[in-house]
């Protein structure tokens, strides 16, 4: 409000507003997407810019640096290399059966945790 006054608030929060709803149906046409980049980036690109908006409501302009880094690039770069790393090219030396994902069955939650409390 102080840079640009009223004008300035209205186009502030058509711009906020444009770039989620772009981000909001990116999410909801991720089927469309051929790239695994794009199809990942949407996935969380809304909630994650739905987080980061007080923020950038508060700082103002010099905060959207900050907001596509801490925002966007380095939870796809999480995200990019966990996707990586969950599809071994090779299994040397690795225990099957620490590094296959299972779920554990709820009725046996009990009886481990009593396990380790005894």
């Known amino acids: 409000y102080l840079n640009f006054g009223l004008p300035g608030v209205l186009i502030g929060g058509a711009l906020l507003g444009w770039i ?11 089927e469309r997407y051929h790239s ?30 900050g907001a596509i880094i801490d925002a966007f690039l380095v939870p796809f770069a999480v995200l990019w290399f966990a996707q990586e790393q969950k ?22 939650l009990p009886h481990l945790i009593w396990r380790s409390i005894t």
């Open 20 to 30: 989620w709803s772009w981000l909001f149906s990116g999410a909801r046409r991720l």
């Open 87 to 108: 599809s071994p090219k090779h299994s040397y030396g690795r225990n099957p059966a620490i590094h296959k994902p299972e779920f554990i069955n709820t009725q046996t």
């Open 36 to 65: 695994a980049a794009a199809r990942l980036f949407f996935s969380f690109a809304a909630l994650s810019f739905s987080g980061y908006l007080p923020t950038l409501v508060r700082a103002g302009p010099e905060v959207y640096k």
